[in-house]
């Protein structure tokens, strides 16, 4: 899995590309929130546009990032969530979970609102 970072102000976007299906992509991921976290970047954007198939540890290092966000006194939000990944996030009850929106654009207007 690829993942590409850009800062739009004070907001991380992160893009997937590929599968989310475990090592050592979740890694990947749980060192880049911390790194954000370090950084003061409180605000996040994962655009999973990208994802065409997330298993268990995938969602787990999704959920293990919001609440480390949450924890930092940050905020995590996804975006593009779509195909079979949205039924699973529909199925897991993980839509009452992560705010998601259908674009980045959203997403970031939504921090923007925030402040």
């Known amino acids: 899995m690829q993942i590409k970072e850009k800062i739009d102000n004070d907001v991380a976007?992160?893009?997937f590309k590929g599968d989310l299906l475990g090592e050592p992509d979740?890694?990947?991921i749980r060192e880049k929130i911390h790194s954000l976290l370090e950084d003061n970047v409180k605000h996040v954007i994962i655009?999973?546009?990208g994802v065409n198939y997330m298993n268990s540890s995938g969602i787990?290092?999704?959920i293990?990032?919001?609440t480390t966000?949450?924890?930092?006194g940050g905020a995590l939000r996804l975006a593009n969530v779509g195909g079979k990944v949205q039924n699973l996030f529909v199925v897991t009850q993980l839509v009452k979970v992560f705010d998601t929106y259908e674009t980045v654009d959203r997403a970031l207007a939504s921090y923007r609102?925030?402040?």
């Open 13 to 15: 976007i992160l893009t």
């Open 26 to 28: 979740t890694t990947k």
């Open 47 to 49: 655009d999973l546009g």
């Open 60 to 62: 787990g290092t999704l």
């Open 64 to 66: 293990a990032a919001l």
């Open 69 to 72: 966000m949450k924890n930092g």
């Open 113 to 115: 609102g925030e402040k």
